[in-house]
């Protein structure tokens, strides 16, 4: 017995099919609701035409006003397994074949989540910090969910998204009641959204947690551009330079076809940075980072790294041009991906990552000097920024490569 596929893959499958050679839309570009009362029936989609509360009827005014129907049709345009030709919605002939297999069903209409705002939050009486910040809350689900390596807790997924979407605004001056409804209306797109990955077999729900399936799973490995099993992998040795006892590295691997800004990102998760200073790669003599106007740099998001360089071969990295932290990196090796294995990926290392701040490999010497030195004027000043009750609280030589990891698999995209 084959193996049940997910219910919206079977839904977008029989929509396509039902289309068949095309089907008129209202002038607005909608199904019509002739053609939405058969859909309804046909897909189960569970959505109610000309609802009936006690002895009143609500009538359908649009199809848009069917969640589930309008959802589903909006989600196969995204797919681009349906377009729009002359007021006509049709199937794409080129993307016939995907139709035959449920797997590029599920990995196009996966691919299509981004696309897909209005239709699975669209706007109401309330609407979300989310639903206007969907590209950013859709990524602090699933990386969310992808970090974890068991049930995530609804609550902490509900948090992930607000903290993430509500820190494009500035809500300290708004009234407690109002913060709250903005926050329930968070929540409540977030379950919708969470409805939706259930429904094409994304995600499972045990209780009131959620964790991602492994097609879900593998379907975020691949939104983030991550290495599938057999391909092109750089094992990177990251070192910092001018800083020793202990030395501080990290050994990394990552697709060799990882742009610079996903490096970065790399970089500053697997040493321990904070991100909050500026960066820039020197790859044989050309500059590379964020495009300013100020700073001749070229565009990190552009650049690929096994472009640049080859097994063997060396580039540089500094972070924060005032304490000038300097990273050489080796191209130690070029391997392949193996399945079960999520990248970027550390697997070794040693020493901890300096305080941000601390003045430089020059400044950390000193702090660790002092820090050793009960004696030295600047010992409890040092113990109070770092925030710790004791020299103790820091140990240089510390390296954690489980949380190091941890760190990666949670880095956004």
Known sequence: MEPEQPRTVEQIRDLVSWIGAGRKLTQTGKVTLADARVLVALLRT???????????????????ELYHLNLLVEWAKAA????????????????????????????????????????VLPSGWLGSIFAEEYPAGLRALL??????????????????VWDKVSGFYVLDDLPEDRLRLLRQSNDRDVDRLLATLLGLGSVQRIGDAIALTAPGRQAVAQLRGEARPGDPVYQLRIELAEVEQPAVWRRVQVPAGFRLDRLHLTIQAAVGWQNCHLHAFDVKGVNYGRPSSELDFVDETAAALDALVKEGEFLDYTYDFGDSWEHRILVERQVAAEAGHRYPLCVDGAGACPPEDCGG???YDDLKQALGDTARPEHEDLLRWLGLETAAGFDPTHFDLHRTNQRLRALDW
């Open 46 to 64: 569970g959505d109610t035409i000309d609802a009936a509360i006690g002895d009143r009827i609500f009538k359908t005014k649009s199809s848009q």
């Open 80 to 119: 681009r397994l349906l377009r729009v030709v002359g007021g006509r919605l049709v199937p794409v002939k080129k993307n016939a074949r995907v139709l035959e297999d449920p797997e590029r069903i599920l990995d196009a209409l996966f691919e299509a989540l981004p696309r897909i705002s209005e239709a």
């Open 143 to 160: 990386t969310s969910l992808y970090a974890a390596d068991d049930l995530v807790p609804e609550q902490e997924l509900q948090a992930a």
């Open 361 to 363: 490999p020059g400044g």
